[in-house]
């Protein structure tokens, strides 16, 4: 394996189509401006480097990044990659993670408005993450210990299961199919709207309008604070352990809760049932 170190690069498409490469200690910055650094490249290894400019690792294969540091300016940094492994690293670019495949990601700091659109298989682990659309139409992902910031996270991904996490998000899970949830904190408004058989299994749910025209949706043993109007045009089996505001025509199913504000019953074709009961 060939060893770059404590060089300083900024051409364009300074390493491309290397492979079988180790680079370490480097800075890819400077008055060039050059972009595209890693393009086409195979089996290489960054530790512990800079990076301030666009579009470094494209088509990449077999990558992998330890205790590096990509800024705000490094824009788009990773897409139509596969085999990648992170590590203890920031990444701060717009844009950062996209049409990438066989992802694994751990002890890393997000910061990336658009992170993660169509990505296939990606292993989150202990990472902390803010975005404004994070995750978007990605599938095969699997997160333990992850906190997110933002807006509009996990629309129309599928086959997918966390754990373990904490989101204050908006508009999460739109149009989600097949996804589990459990031990998760989940805040933020009109959650998993138009979702597709996903689980909330022992998670803490806090927002307004909650998990409305949802098909195949279930709850097991959660909590539901500040949250009213739910399971409008919803097909959901629930079984919700603290008491909740309102609940507005579910479409069919069982929703067992201790107590209920409100059940607002103006649609002929509500027929889910609403039992208050000790849960």
Not at 32 to 43: I, L, N, T, V
Not at 158 to 182: G, I, L, P, Q, Y
Not at 216 to 225: A, Q, S, V, W
Request: proline share 3%.
């Amino acid at each position: 394996m060939e060893i770059i170190r404590s060089q300083t690069f900024d051409e364009e498409r300074a390493l491309y189509g290397k492979h079988n490469i180790m680079v370490e200690e480097c800075r890819f910055d400077g008055p060039a401006d050059g972009e595209s650094a890693f393009k086409e490249c195979g089996d290489i290894a960054v530790n512990n480097c800079f990076l301030n400019l666009r579009y470094p690792f494209w088509h990449d294969n077999n990558l992998k990044i330890v205790n590096s540091e990509m800024t705000e300016l490094c824009r788009a940094a990773l897409w139509y990659s596969h085999n990648i492994e992170i590590t203890n690293t920031k990444l701060h670019g717009i844009k950062a993670l996209r049409e990438c495949g066989g992802v694994k990601m751990s002890s890393c700091d997000i910061i990336s408005p658009e992170f993660g659109w169509s990505v296939t298989g990606l292993e989150m682990t202990d990472c902390t993450a803010e975005s404004e659309y994070f995750m978007m139409r990605s599938s095969r992902l699997n997160f333990s210990n992850v906190k997110f910031k933002g807006k509009y996270s996990f629309q129309y991904i599928e086959d997918s299961v966390f754990e373990n996490c904490f989101f204050d998000t908006k508009d999460a899970f739109w149009h989600a199919k097949n996804v589990t949830v459990r031990n998760c904190v989940v805040k933020g408004e009109y959650l998993a709207w138009y979702c597709e058989n996903v689980t909330f299994e022992n998670c803490k749910i806090s927002g307004t309008q909650p998990l409305c025209y949802c098909k195949g949706l279930k709850l097991i043993n959660c909590e539901l604070t500040d949250a009213d109007l739910c399971f409008e045009k919803s097909e959901v089996e629930a079984t919700i352990t603290t008491p909740v505001i309102s609940v507005k025509n579910p479409l069919s199913g069982h929703i067992y809760l201790p107590e209920v504000g409100e059940i607002v019953r103006d649609d002929p074709d509500s027929f889910g049932e609403v039992v208050v009961q000790d849960v």
